[in-house]
């Protein structure tokens, strides 16, 4: 089943979202996040300098994992496989996103009525080693190991939640499945739009129809845009 959860997770966010969440408040956040703050969800802050800390474990760590670099990559792009030493604003980004998405599944968890057991979170992470290791994982998803249980437990929460909404373990990719994975989005939007999420402007802004952090556009002069 976990596979299938997985797939979840890479919905939870995903452009598609867009339909699903046609109907779904978009506004999120109030008052800029206060220096040195990289998010707030709800009165949970997420400081700038756990972030960097976070990202700059998580380089190292990637660097020296071949098996993350082959689940990271994109096949068009071998650049991806990053070997860099400063911070990109992209991979702050990314790691700042999925923190918040964690959040957002603990927010799910909580108004499903969903009990997350550090015996369940164990036996996602027993599953990931089987497919990979969960370490490696975990570093696939832009975030150092020390956050691996965290991630198994966002996992967990869309694994519980599918298996609600009726998901076939025997048929990962049949109508029901299909049908209960696209609920867990529904319900990973509508709980996202519900909550207080406030992104540093530095790294983008919250949308809640796609559960994830868009990059800051850059203003277009007249002349680029085309009206000049």
Do not use: H
Not at 113 to 119: M, T, V
Not at 125 to 136: H, I, K, N, P, T
Not at 166 to 172: E, H, I, N
């Amino acid at each position: 089943m976990l596979g299938t959860t997985v797939r979840a997770a890479r919905l939870v966010g995903a452009a598609a979202l867009a339909a699903v969440a046609a109907g779904v408040l978009t506004g999120c956040g109030g008052a800029p996040p206060k220096a040195g703050a990289a998010a707030l969800v709800g009165e949970e802050r997420i400081s700038t300098a756990v972030l960097d800390g976070a990202v700059r474990d998580w380089q190292s760590q990637f660097r020296a994992d071949p098996v993350a670099n082959q689940m990271r990559a994109d096949p068009g792009n071998p650049d991806q496989q990053l070997a860099v030493e400063t911070l990109s604003e992209s991979d702050m980004r990314g790691a700042l996103n999925m923190l918040v998405k964690i959040r957002v599944a603990d927010e799910v968890a909580r108004r499903n009525g969903l009990a997350i057991s550090e015996g369940t979170v164990d036996r996602t992470v027993a599953a990931l080693d089987r497919q990979g290791g969960a370490r490696s994982v975990t570093l696939a998803y832009g975030l150092p190991a020390r956050y691996t249980r965290d991630l198994a437990r966002y996992l967990t929460v869309q694994d519980q939640l599918a298996t609600r909404l009726g998901a076939d373990p025997a048929d990962p990719r049949g109508p029901r499945t299909t049908t209960a994975l696209q609920g867990v989005v529904d319900r990973f939007v509508r709980t996202a739009a519900d909550m207080d999420i406030t992104i540093n402007p530095r790294f983008g802004s919250f949308d809640p129809r796609q559960v994830a952090i868009q990059p800051v556009r850059q203003r277009l002069s007249a002349t680029e845009s085309g009206t000049g």
